[in-house]
């Protein structure tokens, strides 16, 4: 079993493509596989604890920054995935580290900036949440933790109204294990997501949580077909899931993939690592019409990654190449579709002092406006993309800050 926190913490340099190159020796006696599975859970964004200070950036938006992640017991560090907002303004999320134990929290942040912890995990009852939370109309929230619990490998877990906690399943490495991504829902209460490891073959499953308290594992990765599930799935009109594997596929460069109401995946495309890609760290959309929307951490025209529609007829076209400048680069964040406009973060480029990564939005010509580039005091490195709500749009960054512990924001057009 691995143990996320260790692999949070881990400093990786390098590029997905450039793997395919390492020796065991060359990679200081890590074998390609293990660098595989190090950059499918970290990415190739730094765990930096530097700050700076720049005037860089678009000045069309406005960007807040509404809460800085102090790592203490009152607090959470590292926030790691999507938020979300409920009808009164409050933002729920997770934050990896901190809190009680050390081990992650759940927190509500209020519209006045006040900052409520809901849980704080312990190990046991799970570990380091690497995914968003679903919030219900009742009040109650469901979510992920990547590890912990009996088995080490995850959970499922439910918080009441009332605040009562409640592991709903303990992941075992059949079931998969560091379970990352955000959890959607259908109409009957059904939840899905994925696992980036284990399963039958290691590498990775999707998964169901019935409404009925039942679990069971829609497909279990085999390499050829995919290789480490990265943040989840969408779901079409019909019942099919999308989603996308960091490796795997015909190339070794990830591929995304159907998952049929039938239990039959298909590889709607595998990337090569050129061109048209490779290495898929973020999450997909779709639109109304079923065509899907997503990035590539590596590869393109320029080597920083893409942005790339795949249309219903299974037709791949790269909407951007970035150029690691100040458009940014390597795009890990999950993709958002809003309207007619695609909205996500990158990791790097923007700031030419920081190279903190950006918040980007790509229009329907396939233009990108840059609605911020972080600069590092408030905020950068890692983002998981962002949620639109009236507007703004609200997401986190896992690292830098005040306190370099991470940040939640909010981006909104004047």
């Known amino acids: 079993m691995l143990n996320g926190h260790m692999l949070f913490r881990c400093a990786l340099l390098g590029s997905a493509l450039a793997l395919a190159t390492l020796t065991p020796a060359a990679a200081g006696n890590q074998s390609r596989a293990d660098m595989k599975r190090m950059l499918a859970v970290q990415g190739k964004h730094p765990l930096a604890s530097r700050q700076g200070k720049s005037s860089f950036g678009a000045t069309d938006p406005t960007y807040t920054d509404l809460h800085d992640f102090t790592s203490n017991a009152n607090d959470g560090a590292g926030p790691g995935a999507n938020v979300t907002l409920d009808d ?64 080490g490998n995850g959970v499922i877990f439910k918080i009441s109204k009332s605040g009562t906690y409640k592991v709903l399943h303990n992941f075992s490495s059949n079931d998969g294990s560091f379970i990352r991504g955000d959890l959607i829902r259908d ?29 069971s594992v829609l497909h ?43 239990g039959t995946l298909t590889t709607l495309h595998s990337f090569t690592g050129g061109d048209d890609g490779g290495f898929l760290y973020g999450g997909l959309d779709i639109d109304k019409d079923g065509n899907l929307y997503g990035s590539t951490v590596d590869g393109g025209a320029n080597g920083h990654g893409t942005v790339f529609k795949i ?97 939640v924001f909010s981006v909104t057009r004047k």
């Open 88 to 151: 009164a303004g409050n933002i729920y999320g997770t934050a990896d580290f901190g809190g009680t134990h050390g081990d992650g929290v759940v927190f509500k942040l209020a519209p006045d900036g006040t900052q409520t912890l809901l849980h704080s995990f312990a190990g046991n009852d799970g570990m380091g949440p690497d995914g968003g939370v679903i919030l219900m109309p009742s009040g109650t929230i469901y979510g992920t933790t990547g590890s912990g619990g009996a088995g």
């Open 187 to 215: 109409k009957e209460g059904n939840l899905y997501g994925t696992a980036l490891f284990g399963g039958a073959n290691g590498d990775g499953t999707v998964f169901k949580y019935g409404f009925d308290g039942t679990f």
């Open 220 to 262: 279990t990765f085999n390499g050829a077909d995919g290789e480490f599930p990265e943040h989840g799935v969408v779901r079409d009109r019909d019942g099919n899931l999308y989603g996308v594997t960091a490796f795997g596929g015909a190339s070794d460069n990830g591929s995304v993939y159907k998952l049929a109401t039938d």
């Open 311 to 407: 249309a219903t007829d299974g037709t791949l076209s790269t909407i951007y190449n970035f150029t690691g400048g100040a458009d940014g680069g390597s795009p890990e964040g999950d993709m958002l579709v809003a309207g007619s406009n695609l909205y996500s973060a990158a990791s790097e480029g923007g700031d030419p002092s920081c190279q903190c990564g950006v918040v980007y939005q790509i229009t329907a010509k396939g233009t990108e406006n840059v609605l911020h580039a972080f600069s590092g005091n408030d905020g950068g490195g890692y983002s998981a993309g962002v949620i639109k709500n009236k507007g703004t749009l609200y997401g986190t960054t896992q690292s830098f800050g005040a306190h370099s512990n991470g940040v």
